[in-house]
């Protein structure tokens, strides 16, 4: 099984993006359990939400306490919330930041973690750029379908199709690609699946 | 047709396939997600015929189903916690009265204080109203047991509600098999009445009865109650022959085959539980688990007979008696009256406080070993409780709740 | 449409005001055919206002859908009276759901009658005061604010009469109750509460809001009549004496109800879309004491300790209501309307001196002699 968490605030999608990645697992025939974490959800709070996937049918429910992933989608959580907290020695983390995880203060993350598997990706600018808006949801979930290989680019625009069909939901899979294209550059590797 | 989406819009899918004819809604977390999307599809009248009707309180919705169902019309509301308790007086009525409406209710905990998220106080409480109460565990079993429970509510002339663990459920995205409108009408017939207020023959309903008749009339319901047990299993049955899994029924036992432990315990929880069996299992432990997944009528036969040859259960339930305990348990050890053998209590979640894997194998390896009290509270802070009490003995220490979240740190910082 | 003038004695609303008037005037009551909606052997006190009302309501609504009517009751005297099991007094389907949720039951109904496509069955809703105004209140202004296609009666005997008298959201000032008994500072009810319910209801802007008394009783047909032209949420809220409640004689059950119109304590009016489009006229105003002197409900005010200051406060709100209403005078009504020589409907008639009676009388003779006009 493998145990997503993703990490923002009210109003920036953090809860649509686990959905969105269960769509994709869901597309690609396996299952998958996303949920938020309940606390108050006004704009601006730190959001929580989670995304399971496995092969089998997932029956656990508990919040995910360790996590073999984390998507960040807002960098001033950073210092405010234990997001690290559980991850794995072999965990992957994605952060939406234009600047580099040194430069987020996250040097000595190297040390506990697989600096191959730390990355942070300018969803912000992205979205801005394709969509109009900053909204780096979906954008994300392109640098992460690079990242982990956990679920294919096009699962993830087949996912954004379904949950933002029309023009909105094209931006924002161009959007991801973007993003899926970004993360395999900064990784050295072929930009094509 | 396999789709993944939320809980609550599975159940408003598999709730407009039994084509219900008057919707009555008002809104409360976490239910909220169903009633929202079902208006969406009366108004596209993709849900057709059907009247949505945006009631002022649960009060009144309960009462707009009561009076859509006595006038011959599939009647559906939902609702949580608070909303369950202020419709209460109209929950007794609808079942004296036996109208078959089905509600869903978003399992979620009752206040003061008041709280969101889940647990299982509000379904508890109203668990001698004469509904027929139906717990499920994934959110496939709860679009399904939906469906079974028109079927069940028509046949015994009782209403039935459909408890589902709020946000836990209603908000989690997972594979569900929505069944085709086919598929749904040939299990479902349409809603014969065996009373209904119909000017061609008019009839009373809700007349006054006194002493010499009520004894008799309550009774009835009892009965109606008893006679739900073997329609249960047979809508169940017929269920999964025809749609080709497992959903509802009495009772669902996880390995407890000759299982010198067992853990009883409803609804989403029971998912968490059988990994942590598995796990157990895996190391030697004789350990199983008891689903009961209708909890009104209570099968009394059934649990005693899944449970009669353990050495020891532990029922684990997300509900507290304040002043006495357990609720579950307290069912239970009533259906085991003569059987020797270790009974714990375990409450646990109360007010979405989360049930962990890692909570439980502790807890069930106590249990094994015999260590556990017969009431435990799982992962309480019992520093903080006995902070509180100590500010209490001191003198007024002012509103419990600000004393303990200021203690916690909740209150300065955001939840997380 | 011909009119006849006519001059009416109180005497018995069967006898004068049908076999002199034109067939389509009689009331419903007295047509052999009427559905006894409301039929005999209930278990109502002598001189039930509320019995008598809901009678008259009831064959009238009955008679204008062509019976094709469903009745959501509260809790209450009318329930409990007319349904004592295993008997029942009700001719037309009926549901008896709770105290409070009349009005949503009424909903219900009519909501699942629409369901079904069956548009000719109508729906009534009714209850007492105390579960329409207090209890019930919440689920009546939701009907109200939806537009519910009901028509919803409040039977007003301005008190809990059911559970022993209390005191409830319509109990005037100065009455004594058993939870306002004149003891205390203010004797009886307390001044400055209460809801005026038919207010509230125009506030809805609804289709159709009046006020009716058991004393008009072809007005209160006429009412109900009108009300059922309308879709749409409506309110009829009719004033019904209580002899057991106020401590008056059961032979007066029709006068008191007369007199509460012609002191203007209980203005007579229809309203539709919030505005007033009609009012019952009084045509010479009433002093409320020949109101109040008839129910024990109000005996502190009088005699040795009486309170004449409480009296002329009772007063000034039968004033004010007179002014608000615009309620003197002779009757406008609906255009085509018959109405008598003194300008009112045939059946309504204020107070009548004796020596007017004598003159009323050979008036009578000599314009029946001469013909309908």
Request: glycine letters at 10%.
């Given at each position: 099984m493998f145990q997503l968490r993703i990490h923002g605030r009210g109003g920036q999608g953090v809860v649509t993006a686990a959905e969105l990645v269960s769509i994709a697992a869901f597309v690609e025939g396996r299952h998958a359990q996303a949920f938020p974490s309940f606390g108050s959800e006004r704009s601006g709070a730190p959001v929580v939400s989670f995304c399971r996937i496995d092969?089998?049918?997932i029956?656990?429910r508990e919040p995910i306490s360790e996590p073999d992933a984390l998507i960040i989608q807002d960098p001033t959580l950073l210092h405010q919330v234990d997001v690290f907290g559980g991850l794995s020695?072999?965990g992957y983390i994605l952060i939406n930041s234009s600047r580099s995880l040194q430069e987020l203060g996250l040097g000595e993350l190297s040390?506990?973690f697989r600096s191959e598997r730390m990355l942070a990706v300018p969803a912000t600018d992205l979205a801005r750029e394709y969509l109009g808006r900053p909204l780096p949801n979906a954008v994300l979930l392109g640098g992460f379908a690079a990242l982990t290989g956990l679920i294919s680019i096009d699962s993830v625009a087949a996912a954004i199709r379904q949950k933002f069909p029309g023009p909105v939901g094209e931006r924002n899979v161009v959007a991801a690609r973007k993003a899926f294209e970004h993360v395999r550059a900064e990784r050295g590797e072929p930009a094509r699946a | 047709m396999l789709k993944q989406e939320e809980g609550s819009r599975a159940v408003a899918e598999?709730?407009a396939?039994?084509?219900?004819?008057?919707?009555?809604a008002?809104p409360i977390s976490p239910q909220t997600h169903i009633v929202e999307h079902l208006s969406d599809l009366v108004r596209t009248h993709d849900l057709?015929?059907?009247?949505y009707?945006s009631?002022?309180?649960?009060?009144?919705?309960?009462?707009?189903?009561?009076?859509?169902?006595?006038?011959?019309?599939?009647?559906?509301?939902a609702?949580a916690?608070?909303?369950?308790?202020?419709?209460?007086?109209?929950?007794?009525?609808?079942?004296?009265?036996?109208?078959?409406?089905?509600?869903?209710?978003a399992?979620r905990?009752?206040?003061?204080?008041?709280?969101i998220w889940n647990?299982?106080?509000?379904?508890?409480?109203?668990?001698?109203?004469?509904?027929?109460?139906?717990?499920?565990?994934?959110n496939?079993?709860?679009?399904?047991?939906?469906?079974?429970?028109?079927?069940?509510?028509?046949?015994?002339?009782?209403?039935?509600?459909?408890?589902?663990?709020g946000f836990i459920l209603t908000h989690a995205y997972e594979r569900v098999?929505v069944?085709?409108?086919?598929?749904?009408?040939?299990?479902?017939?349409?809603?014969?009445?065996?009373?209904?207020?119909?000017?061609?023959?008019?009839?009373?309903?809700?007349?006054?009865?006194?002493?010499?008749?009520?004894?008799?009339?309550?009774?009835?319901?009892?009965?109606?109650?008893?006679?739900?047990?073997?329609?249960?299993?047979?809508?169940?049955?017929?269920?999964?022959?025809?749609?080709?899994?497992?959903?509802?029924?009495?009772?669902?036992?996880?390995?407890?085959?000759?299982?010198?432990?067992?853990?009883?315990?409803?609804?989403?929880?029971?998912?968490?539980?059988?990994?942590?069996?598995?796990?157990?299992?895996?190391?030697?432990?004789?350990?199983?688990?008891?689903?009961?997944?209708?909890?009104?009528?209570?099968?009394?036969?059934?649990?005693?007979?899944?449970?009669?040859?353990?050495?020891?259960?532990?029922?684990?339930?997300?509900?507290?008696?304040?002043?006495?305990?357990?609720?579950?348990?307290?069912?239970?050890?009533?259906?085991?009256?003569?059987?020797?053998?270790?009974?714990?209590?375990?409450?646990?979640?109360?007010?979405g406080?989360a049930?962990?894997?890692?909570?439980?194998?502790?807890?069930?390896?106590?249990?094994?070993?015999?260590?556990?009290?017969?009431?435990?509270?799982?992962?309480?802070?019992?520093?903080?409780?006995?902070?509180?009490?100590?500010?209490?003995?001191?003198?007024?220490?002012?509103?419990?709740?600000?004393?303990?979240?200021?203690?916690?740190?909740v209150v300065a910082a955001g939840s997380h | 449409?011909?009119?006849?003038?006519?001059?009416?004695?109180?005497?018995?609303?069967?006898?004068?005001?049908?076999?002199?008037?034109?067939?389509?005037?009689?009331?419903?009551?007295?047509?052999?055919?009427?559905?006894?909606?409301?039929?005999?052997?209930?278990?109502?006190?002598?001189?039930?206002?509320?019995?008598?009302?809901?009678?008259?309501?009831?064959?009238?609504?009955?008679?204008?859908?062509?019976?094709?009517?469903?009745?959501?009751?509260?809790?209450?005297?009318?329930?409990?009276?007319?349904?004592?099991?295993?008997?029942?007094?009700?001719?037309?389907?009926?549901?008896?759901?709770?105290?409070?949720?009349?009005?949503?039951?009424?909903?219900?109904?009519?909501?699942?009658?629409?369901?079904?496509?069956?548009?000719?069955?109508?729906?009534?809703?009714?209850?007492?005061?105390?579960?329409?105004?207090?209890?019930?209140?919440?689920?009546?202004?939701?009907?109200?604010?939806?537009?519910?296609?009901?028509?919803?009666?409040?039977?007003?005997?301005?008190?809990?009469?059911?559970?022993?008298?209390?005191?409830?959201?319509?109990?005037?000032?100065?009455?004594?109750?058993?939870?306002?008994?004149?003891?205390?500072?203010?004797?009886?009810?307390?001044?400055?509460?209460?809801?005026?319910?038919?207010?509230?209801?125009?506030?809805?802007?609804?289709?159709?809001?009046?006020?009716?008394?058991?004393?008009?009783?072809?007005?209160?047909?006429?009412?109900?009549?009108?009300?059922?032209?309308?879709?749409?949420?409506?309110?009829?809220?009719?004033?019904?004496?209580?002899?057991?409640?106020?401590?008056?004689?059961?032979?007066?059950?029709?006068?008191?109800?007369?007199?509460?119109?012609?002191?203007?304590?209980?203005?007579?009016?229809?309203?539709?879309?919030?505005?007033?489009?009609?009012?019952?006229?009084?045509?010479?105003?009433?002093?409320?004491?020949?109101?109040?002197?008839?129910?024990?409900?109000?005996?502190?005010?009088?005699?040795?300790?009486?309170?004449?200051?409480?009296?002329?406060?009772?007063?000034?709100?039968?004033?004010?209501?007179?002014?608000?209403?615009?309620?003197?005078?002779?009757?406008?009504?609906?255009?085509?309307?018959?109405?008598?020589?003194?300008?009112?409907?045939?059946?309504?008639?204020?107070?009548?001196?004796?020596?007017?009676?004598?003159?009323?009388?050979?008036?009578?003779?000599?314009?029946?002699?001469?013909?309908?006009?």
């Amino acid at each position: 099984m493998f145990q997503l968490r993703i990490h923002g605030r009210g109003g920036q999608g953090v809860v649509t993006a686990a959905e969105l990645v269960s769509i994709a697992a869901f597309v690609e025939g396996r299952h998958a359990q996303a949920f938020p974490s309940f606390g108050s959800e006004r704009s601006g709070a730190p959001v929580v939400s989670f995304c399971r996937i496995d092969d089998r049918e997932i029956r656990v429910r508990e919040p995910i306490s360790e996590p073999d992933a984390l998507i960040i989608q807002d960098p001033t959580l950073l210092h405010q919330v234990d997001v690290f907290g559980g991850l794995s020695d072999d965990g992957y983390i994605l952060i939406n930041s234009s600047r580099s995880l040194q430069e987020l203060g996250l040097g000595e993350l190297s040390e506990r973690f697989r600096s191959e598997r730390m990355l942070a990706v300018p969803a912000t600018d992205l979205a801005r750029e394709y969509l109009g808006r900053p909204l780096p949801n979906a954008v994300l979930l392109g640098g992460f379908a690079a990242l982990t290989g956990l679920i294919s680019i096009d699962s993830v625009a087949a996912a954004i199709r379904q949950k933002f069909p029309g023009p909105v939901g094209e931006r924002n899979v161009v959007a991801a690609r973007k993003a899926f294209e970004h993360v395999r550059a900064e990784r050295g590797e072929p930009a094509r699946a | 047709m396999l789709k993944q989406e939320e809980g609550s819009r599975a159940v408003a899918e598999a709730v407009a396939l039994c084509r219900p004819e008057v919707i009555c809604a008002y809104p409360i977390s976490p239910q909220t997600h169903i009633v929202e999307h079902l208006s969406d599809l009366v108004r596209t009248h993709d849900l057709d015929p059907c009247e949505y009707v945006s009631v002022e309180s649960e009060f009144a919705a309960m009462s707009v189903a009561i009076g859509a169902s006595a006038a011959g019309a599939r009647a559906y509301t939902a609702t949580a916690s608070q909303g369950l308790l202020y419709m209460a007086e109209a929950l007794y009525n609808a079942s004296g009265l036996g109208l078959p409406i089905v509600m869903t209710v978003a399992n979620r905990a009752i206040g003061a204080p008041i709280n969101i998220w889940n647990d299982h106080s509000d379904t508890m409480s109203q668990r001698d109203s004469g509904w027929v109460q139906l717990y499920a565990e994934t959110n496939q079993e709860a679009l399904d047991l939906h469906i079974q429970a028109y079927r069940l509510a028509e046949e015994i002339s009782l209403p039935v509600m459909v408890c589902m663990d709020g946000f836990i459920l209603t908000h989690a995205y997972e594979r569900v098999d929505v069944p085709t409108q086919e598929q749904v009408d040939a299990f479902l017939p349409a809603y014969e009445p065996r009373q209904v207020l119909d000017p061609a023959e008019p009839v009373t309903i809700g007349a006054m009865v006194g002493p010499e008749a009520f004894f008799e009339v309550k009774y009835l319901a009892h009965a109606k109650q008893m006679q739900a047990l073997d329609v249960i299993s047979e809508v169940a049955a017929d269920f999964a022959a025809a749609f080709r899994r497992e959903s509802g029924g009495l009772l669902r036992p996880y390995r407890a085959d000759g299982a010198e432990t067992i853990v009883v315990a409803l609804g989403s929880v029971l998912g968490t539980i059988e990994e942590t069996i598995d796990e157990l299992r895996d190391e030697g432990v004789s350990i199983g688990a008891l689903g009961i997944k209708t909890f009104r009528p209570f099968p009394l036969d059934e649990v005693r007979e899944a449970l009669a040859d353990a050495k020891r259960v532990i029922v684990l339930e997300k509900a507290l008696a304040v002043g006495i305990g357990g609720i579950v348990s307290a069912n239970v050890r009533m259906a085991l009256s003569g059987v020797q053998l270790h009974g714990y209590t375990v409450i646990a979640g109360l007010g979405g406080r989360a049930i962990t894997q890692q909570s439980l194998r502790r807890l069930f390896k106590d249990g094994v070993a015999d260590k556990l009290k017969p009431l435990t509270f799982l992962d309480m802070d019992w520093e903080l409780v006995e902070r509180e009490l100590e500010r209490m003995r001191s003198g007024p220490s002012g509103p419990h709740e600000q004393n303990m979240l200021r203690d916690i740190g909740v209150v300065a910082a955001g939840s997380h | 449409m011909p009119y006849q003038e006519l001059k009416m004695y109180q005497t018995g609303t069967f006898v004068v005001g049908n076999r002199l008037l034109d067939p389509d005037q009689r009331s419903v009551q007295a047509r052999v055919d009427r559905s006894n909606a409301l039929t005999s052997g209930h278990r109502a006190c002598q001189g039930c206002g509320e019995a008598l009302g809901a009678r008259y309501v009831l064959d009238t609504a009955m008679s204008a859908t062509g019976n094709q009517l469903i009745a959501a009751n509260a809790t209450g005297c009318l329930e409990v009276f007319s349904t004592p099991y295993p008997e029942s007094s009700w001719g037309l389907p009926w549901i008896h759901s709770l105290f409070g949720n009349a009005p949503a039951v009424a909903t219900g109904v009519a909501a699942a009658l629409r369901a079904k496509g069956r548009d000719e069955v109508r729906v009534i809703g009714q209850g007492g005061d105390g579960g329409t105004l207090d209890i019930g209140f919440a689920c009546l202004s939701g009907l109200f604010e939806r537009n519910d296609d009901v028509l919803f009666v409040c039977y007003d005997n301005e008190a809990y009469m059911n559970t022993g008298v209390q005191r409830s959201g319509a109990t005037p000032p100065a009455a004594r109750t058993a939870t306002t008994k004149p003891v205390g500072d203010e004797p009886g009810n307390v001044f400055g509460q209460g809801k005026n319910a038919p207010l509230i209801a125009m506030a809805h802007e609804i289709p159709y809001v009046a006020t009716a008394t058991v004393s008009e009783l072809r007005d209160l047909e006429a009412k109900v009549e009108r009300a059922m032209e309308f879709r749409g949420a409506r309110y009829l809220h009719v004033f019904v004496p209580c002899p057991l409640g106020w401590g008056s004689a059961s032979r007066d059950t029709i006068r008191i109800a007369r007199l509460a119109k012609e002191t203007g304590l209980f203005p007579v009016f229809e309203a539709e879309n919030g505005e007033v489009v009609s009012v019952s006229k009084i045509r010479r105003p009433v002093p409320v004491e020949d109101y109040l002197k008839l129910q024990r409900r109000y005996a502190h005010l009088f005699g040795d300790n009486g309170r004449p200051d409480v009296i002329a406060r009772l007063q000034e709100i039968a004033d004010r209501n007179i002014r608000r209403f615009g309620l003197l005078g002779k009757d406008e009504g609906p255009p085509g309307e018959a109405t008598d020589a003194a300008g009112l409907p045939p059946g309504q008639q204020g107070p009548v001196e004796a020596a007017d009676r004598e003159t009323n009388l050979m008036r009578l003779l000599a314009e029946t002699h001469h013909g309908a006009q």
